[in-house]
């Protein structure tokens, strides 16, 4: 039975993975919930929106830019966060 040697070794193409866009409101969502868990060093921990906005910046760090918009839009429909008033907790 004859082999195709030469198939064998071209080099596989690596997938490329496209940066992140502030817009992106999964990614949004991503460092969001990140944030949220990062802030909550005890159960029942509540912190403010600003809190949870700031910490999700600096996780994203410079790459992406979350405008305050776009995290409302995604706290709305956020199901990891529960609001008490004017404040969040982690579910």
Do not use: C, N, W
């Not at 080099?11 to 991503?30: K, M, N, Q, Y």
């Not at 909550?40 to 600096?58: C, I, K, N, Y």
């Not at 790459?63 to 429909?77: G, H, N, Q």
């Amino acid at each position: 039975m004859a082999y195709d040697l030469q198939g064998a070794f071209d080099p596989i193409p690596s997938a490329a993975v496209a940066p992140a866009h502030g817009t992106d409101l999964e990614s949004i969502v991503t460092l969001l919930e990140l944030a949220a868990i990062y802030l909550t060093t005890a159960p029942g921990v509540a912190f403010s929106f600003e809190a949870l906005l700031d910490q999700a910046r600096q996780i994203g760090g410079d790459d992406i830019e979350i405008r305050e918009s776009d995290a409302r839009i995604v706290l709305k429909k956020a199901s990891f966060l529960k609001k008490q008033g004017p404040l969040y907790t982690l579910r």
